[in-house]
């Protein structure tokens, strides 16, 4: 069919055209807002999952919804080579500068102001993050270039000026497995601060999910200050609607065992149902898919997904690694002893413990529980049996 009009979205964070299930993670988001608003405490939300479960996309939701409810929403994507004090620096002079025009700066936004330019000037001192802020820096407020300490001065000077504009700012950060323990402490440290102080200004995050494990590290009380809702495959209901409704809108009918053969391969997972819905429509004659269709796109699922889904995450690997993925995906999808691993390789653990430390830190693996190691990817296993040779893993 025409592929101009193809309606799926088989791209990282692209919105679909129809957001299948989700209603409690977006329902418990605008009830956090509105609660903050009205002064009462809440947890505030970091929704984890596996790669391509829809982190980012409902990130943007709570973007949305951000607006809609007279919030100031700031995203961010945090990444292993960016500096986490001066990224904040110019994040937060956005919010203070998007919910208080300068003209019409009070009391508060100006010692905001002042705040962020003593930070900024902390963190970067040749003042090139100072820009808008023209006014003295408040010396004595987050200027100890401790940044646990000096981000929970930035966190209440922006609430103070939200507060007193009647609005709100919500921090919305993705990739935050990649936050250093410091920086992610410093984070829930600002949270702590604005819940005592009652303030509008909290942040919501997305990520991986070890990420629970690794704020509790940070924070111990973490666990009382966030939710960690895992994400994952849609409920068979969303995913059928996920599938069914872009290409209704466009007047194309899927037929029922057209639609029970993508679940069936895709277990639900929106990354894959995407890329399943695009080669079916782009095979099919039309006005409607039939299983025939989605039969005959098979191939070229696999051969897409493995181009844009899978292969990129192995590309920057050595073969060390590769072996290492390989001999994991040889013992099977769900989490595995690092003894185990190590015994498909022929080695003991502590020697290949490093290899299993840099997949862990490229955010190829994470830790469900002490010990053991899974893919974050979906069906990765399945992608590593058949992109690497036999030859490079000897059969246990
Ligand atoms: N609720 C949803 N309904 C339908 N499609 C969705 C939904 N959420 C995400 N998708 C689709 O799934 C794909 C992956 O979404 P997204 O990039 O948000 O995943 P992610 O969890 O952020 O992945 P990664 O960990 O790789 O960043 C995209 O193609 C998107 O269009
Ligand atoms: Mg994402």
Redesign the pocket.
Known sequence: MDRARNPY????????R?????ATEVEDFRILLQRLAAGYTEQSVVVT??????????LGEYRRIAEEEGWVPIDAEVSKNTDFGPQMANLARRALLQVSPKARWGERARAAAATLKSFSLTVQPDGSLTGGLDVEPGWGKADTGILTEDLADVFEAVGEAAKERESGVIFLF??IQFLGRAELEALIGAVHRTVQRRLPVSFAG?G?PQLPGLAGEAKSYAERLFKFPLIGE?PEA?ARE?LVEPARAEGVYLEPDAVEEILRYTEGY??F??EYGRAAWNLAEGPTITRADVQAAGDVVDAELDESFFRTRVQRSSPEELRYMRAMAHLGAEAHKAADVAGVLGKASEQVAPIRARLINKGLLYTPRHGYAKFTVPQFDRFMLRYMDLDVVPPA
């Open positions: 979205t088989p791209n990282a964070g692209a919105p679909p129809y957001f299948a299930g989700r999952g596996l790669r391509g479960v829809g982190k980012t996309v409902l993705d990739e997305a991986l849609l969303a996920a929106p990354y149902l995407q």
